[in-house]
């Protein structure tokens, strides 16, 4: 039996929220995305927002022939930021567009933005969900990459050293996010502490949130490889540091965002894969995470379920 373990998983939902509203990572994207992975005998998860199922059904549909469909929100709330009757409404009525719309049963979930609370857990356990995916976990990219010289040596060291305590360097970087600066008018330390934030961000769970998780039995999938690595041009799966991974992509990663949404000098750096150049590397990132030994899975035939069980 094969120990190796890859979950590759989306999250399909609006352009890059919430600075987008468009779905052209759906209509665009989301099939050729399926085209690869139904080709090279590859099943994803997919997290998916009732609102795109709504207004895409075909597109999800055909999607769940091969791959898990999963709840995501009916429209990518923020739900740290609701009251429990309204995580409530949310959770559940994208639960039964995706249940009405692939004919399968929903039992998985994550949070939009990995943000929920303890009423979040509470939320999925009355309604009946089996698993959670909304936890992220750091350091699964060895430093076997740090000193490539693709990439500026200077502009790394500024990442990956932050002069500042790491909480008051979170703290400045949420209050300068906040600001109207664009990424073109930072100076290079500016630069380098935003990329450093980007691709390093701050997940804030409580203890009793936890606690929570653990005492209404919800199956924990923790996240630990973020989509900016695996569109790095140099990402290869011998950097992985874990027989089991799980990743995550979003649909609208795989278009030319800039030509739908206002973010020039925000989140679009010319040393990452995004539009054409990640969908063709795609295929390449595929075969050489199977070239070193891990094998594709669902979620849910990595935790044993199916719909048999639920």
């Known amino acids: 039996m094969n120990k190796k373990k890859f979950m590759l998983t989306f999250d399909v939902e609006q352009n890059f929220p919430p600075y987008g509203n468009g779905y052209e990572g759906v209509k665009k994207a989301l099939p050729k995305i399926i085209d690869i992975l139904d080709e090279m005998d590859v099943h994803s998860t997919m997290f998916v927002t009732g609102r795109t199922a709504e ?13 898990e469909i999963q709840c995501h929100t009916y429209n990518h709330e923020v739900l740290d930021e609701l009251k429990k ?46 698993y959670d995916s909304s936890i992220l976990v750091k350091g699964m990219i060895g430093k076997s990459w740090y000193a490539v010289k693709k990439i500026n040596r200077n502009i790394l ?23 109207t600066k664009k990424l073109e008018n ?13 691709m390093n961000p701050f997940q804030s769970i409580s203890k009793n949130t936890e606690d929570k998780i653990k005492s209404l039995g919800m199956q924990e999938v923790k996240i630990n490889l973020r989509s900016i690595y695996m569109r790095l041009p140099i990402f290869n799966a011998s950097m992985l540091k874990s027989d089991i991974v799980v990743s995550y992509l ?28 990640l969908l ?14 891990y094998k594709f899975v669902t979620i849910s035939e990595y935790l044993g379920l199916d719909e048999k069980q639920i």
């Open 280 to 293: 063709n590397a795609l295929r390449s990132r595929i075969k050489d995470i199977m070239e070193n030994g």
């Open 55 to 67: 207004l895409y059904p075909k597109i999800i549909k055909r999607a769940s022939k091969n791959h």
């Open 186 to 198: 930072m100076t290079k330390t500016e630069r380098a502490r935003f990329f450093y934030y980007i």
């Open 250 to 277: 979003h649909p609208w990663e795989f278009i030319e965002l800039e030509k739908y949404i206002n973010i020039k000098g925000i989140l679009i750096f010319d040393w990452l894969f995004s539009g054409e150049k």
């Open 157 to 179: 060291d500024l990442i990956f050293n932050p002069d500042e305590k790491i909480t008051d360097f979170y703290v400045s970087m949420t209050k300068f996010l906040k600001s």
């Open 85 to 130: 009757k309204d995580q409530m409404n949310s959770i559940r009525k994208c639960k039964e567009i995706l249940e009405l719309t692939t004919g399968k049963k929903i039992y998985g979930f994550r949070a939009p933005y990995l943000r929920f609370n303890e009423d979040t857990m509470e939320v999925l356990h009355e309604l009946g969900f089996r």
